[in-house]
């Protein structure tokens, strides 16, 4: 497997042979501490530097009461020279480094023959560890459609989930179906009411007017109610009603003109129950105990709006192993089971008519924080396990979710916005206190940051959103209108066929850029530029490396000469190219699928920069035209092979 994975990784190669050379050096030059030190090469930040830095020589000062550079000196005499393949040689830096040059002639070589030998599996190397893996994401709740803001998640998990399966991991992708709670009810109310209509919209669209509509509606009938009971004496509680109910009348209003005839509708409909919230109330009591009646209007309410949730998801080509309902969980008693072992534990305690998991005395009794990266300080919350009228919390359910996704899985990556920190980390003391710490271990919290749209708040309850599907609309739209400028002499239909592909492109790309502990600020200007770090921009830049190999096919062909490739920036290039692999690499052992979009941006800027510097098809001689053209073949596969990490079609016309 070693020896096969470094035949697939030219830089760890070339790192290997640095590592092995100087611990040779070492054990000749410093045996009698020889054996204790750990070797670590670094990349250097210059090309004049080399490739590989060694810092070894202070901490072997420290030992042996030398001066670094007396150690760095010592070491790089030692070093057998005959020994070299990789290396071109070795010296001294600085007050103490040992950096390590390539050869390029040989390294340009390997580079690019196990490029084309590899070609589209090139960078993708193979764990030895090989596991069974649940990525669980998106998971919007069934209510309206999935909105730009709640787009990050599917786009996310799906990266994950194919970066984890190139490294060899089984991958399964769920999509956990959160249909418990009042929200499914208040929708599931509002349908009932209309007599469970279809509509000729989408699904999801229609779904989440109704939802939208019904809980306006439900909130002034129930601040009303409040605002009656007020007596003479306003407390601080009265005035926020008084707020609250004078924002929800706006709201109607706004809503009374966006959708007049489903309003009007459902106000003259729910008007006639004398208390509605009771009746949405009961109604979840009534699926959560698994009543036949509530079960059929929730389900077929939920399957309505997933079926727009699976159009949307189709258009960016994010799709599901496994669709988990969260009520099943319930129904089978999972949930109640998972609760009876936990009231078993020292950890729960019963206050004010409930069940509340003390998650710090259990972080404290288990000795976790310090494993979990918190301070002994710190405080955690208690986590409510059970309502006084007997429903379960969102969090409980999900402990006997986690629990049987570990049945099916040695690892779990729950891809869930990092507003839900507490209750994931809440759940992972749950699984703690429940004896499943292995499974714990191996319980991830992939954690992200929200997308905004400058000047734009949105709020599911109130109707403020943008689609998903309006954002891919106009990413498509816009992206046409670029194509038309740039490409004027493609037909209608090529035009319509590269705007898809560069519409849907730009968002998947913007939505993984950006780290996942940052903002994502949505804004044309940046996802649909096509001058830097967006998809438009590597995709065209992917093009041009193609239409380049196109013009090539007339060239007579001569033996590539690696050894002319002695340009700056082609060795700039042979080395981005090599470390693809060690970044592919990096990617999935740490989660970080936005240094992918990061390795093609700065692939695509290097490349750019060398098509403008230097001829390739009008190179100087034949056979320097040969290894450009070798040179931009590698390109071309490695620019590829990243788009396609993160779902983004690499053109050959654009």
């Given amino acids: 497997m070693e020896n096969r994975t470094l035949r697939e990784n030219p830089f760890d190669l070339f790192r290997q042979e640095c590592r092995a050379v100087l611990a040779q050096a070492l054990t000749k030059a410093f045996p009698e501490v020889s054996s204790s030190f750990i070797i670590n090469l670094n990349k250097t930040p210059l090309l004049e530097l080399g490739q590989l830095a060694s810092s070894i020589s202070f901490e072997l000062a420290k030992k042996l009461d030398f001066k670094p550079l007396v150690v760095a000196e010592k070491l790089v005499e030692s070093i057998d020279k005959s020994q070299f393949d990789l290396i071109e040689k070795v010296s001294t830096a600085g007050v103490g480094y040992i950096n390590f040059y390539v050869n390029f002639p040989k390294f340009s070589q390997l580079t690019l023959k196990v490029i084309k030998d590899k070609n589209t599996n090139y960078g993708y190397i193979k764990t030895e560890n090989p596991a069974k893996i649940i990525v669980e994401h998106t998971s919007v709740n069934p209510l309206h459609p999935i909105h730009i803001g709640q787009a990050r998640n599917p786009i996310i998990g799906d990266t994950l989930a194919s970066i984890l399966r190139l490294r060899g991991h089984d991958i399964s992708t769920h999509y956990y179906i959160d249909d418990v709670g009042r929200q499914s009810s208040v929708v599931a109310y509002g349908y009932q009411k209309l007599g469970k209509p279809r509509s000729a919209e989408k699904p999801d669209l229609f779904v989440g007017e109704i939802y939208t509509v019904t809980c306006c509606i439900v909130e002034i009938d129930r601040l009303k109610k409040a605002k009656n009971k007020i007596d003479s004496a306003v407390t601080v509680d009265d005035v926020k009603i008084a707020q609250e109910l004078d924002e929800w009348l706006t709201i109607a209003v706004e809503l009374k003109e966006k959708y007049p005839v489903l309003f009007e509708d459902l106000m003259g409909r729910i008007s006639k129950d004398e208390n509605p919230e009771e009746e949405i ?66 950890f729960l305690y019963f206050e004010n008519n409930v069940w509340a998991f003390n998650a710090d005395k259990a972080a404290n009794f288990l000795k976790l924080k310090s494993k979990l990266g918190l301070k002994e300080n710190h405080e955690i919350p208690s986590l409510t396990l059970m309502r006084a009228d007997g429903t379960t919390l969102y969090t409980t359910r999900d402990v006997a979710y986690s629990i049987w996704k570990f049945q099916r899985a040695e690892k779990v990556i729950n891809v869930i916005g990092m507003e839900q920190s507490l209750a994931q980390l809440q759940l992972k003391l749950a699984l703690y206190a429940l004896g499943y710490s292995k499974e714990a271990d191996n319980f991830t919290h992939f954690a992200y940051n929200l997308v905004a749209l400058p000047g734009y708040k949105m709020s599911s309850r109130r109707g403020h959103y943008i689609t998903f599907d309006q954002v891919l609309d106009e990413a498509i739209e816009r992206a046409y209108q670029e194509v038309c400028k740039r490409s004027p002499m493609f037909s209608e239909e090529e035009k319509r066929d590269i705007a898809k592909f560069v519409g849907i492109g730009a968002v998947r790309y913007a939505l993984i850029d950006v780290d996942p502990s940052k903002q994502v600020l949505f804004t044309w200007d940046r996802v649909l530029n096509f001058e830097t770090n967006s998809a438009p921009y590597v995709q065209y830049t992917h093009a041009r490396a193609c239409s380049i190999l196109r013009k090539a096919t007339d060239i007579p062909r001569v033996p590539v000469a690696y050894n002319l490739l002695t340009e700056k920036l082609e060795q700039e290039l042979i080395l981005q190219l090599s470390s693809f692999p060690d970044m592919f690499i990096e990617a999935a052992e740490y989660l970080k699928p936005a240094a992918i979009a990061d390795y093609a941006n700065t692939l695509a800027d290097k490349f750019n920069t060398f098509y403008g510097a230097l001829p390739v098809i009008k190179a100087e001689t034949p056979e320097l035209c040969s290894a450009r053209i070798a040179l931009t073949d590698a390109i071309r596969t490695v620019l590829s092979n990243a788009l396609s990490l993160i779902g983004v079609v690499a053109p050959e016309r654009m």
Avoid: H, M
């Avoid at 009534?286 to 209007?297: D, F, H, I, K, M």
């Avoid at 960016?316 to 609760?339: H, I, L, N, P």
């Fill in 281 to 346: 109330n009961s109604l979840n009591r009534r699926y959560e105990a698994g009543e036949p009646v509530a079960r059929q209007l929730i389900r077929e309410v939920s399957d309505l709006c997933l079926d727009g949730f699976r159009q949307t998801q189709s258009r960016v080509s994010v799709f599901y192993d496994s669709w988990d309902w969260e009520s099943d969980f319930v129904w089978s008693g999972q949930v109640t089971k998972a609760v009876t072992q936990l009231q078993a534990s020292p």
